[in-house]
């Protein structure tokens, strides 16, 4: 496998521009940022995810690189709602007691503005928490301070199994 690996590594370096190249370390460095415990997805690896959660709000910030790109060269609307829901879901697992977790049930988003610029952020907070369900909203927003999306997502409360 590891020499299958180097092969396919040496390739794509060896067919690659400057682009391509940039685009390639940032691949890299998102899955070393998944094994080094930085972050705890190999999705927010990719995206360089970084977060601040507080009791009342989570928020993410993320480099808008060309791993993030549709093929109108902007920020793909996927990675946009992956975004929202890692902050709204974050903010929802930290208000729940230990042996519960949330998970998304519902998620409505409104892209208001193309994702461009150096990077993108995005903040969530709570709406409502019930014994079994959260309503949370979170909104996105470009390096400009433009809005990019706003949403909002429905959680369920479930019981954590144990392995």
Known sequence: MENELQQL???CISLSGEQE???LKDVLQGVKNKLSGKNSTYIDG???MERTVTPTECEIKIPNTNILDNTLG???GGFTATMLDTAMGTLANRLLPEGYAAVTSQMNIHYLAPG????????ANLVHKGRST???EAEAFRSDGKK????SGSFFVVEKRTK
């Open 9 to 11: 590594l040496q390739e």
């Open 21 to 23: 190249l940039r685009t």
């Open 46 to 48: 990719l995206m360089h």
């Open 74 to 76: 902007i920020v793909h």
């Open 116 to 123: 461009i610029g150096d990077w993108l952020n995005c903040k």
């Open 134 to 136: 959260l309503v949370l």
């Open 148 to 151: 990019i999306a706003h949403s």
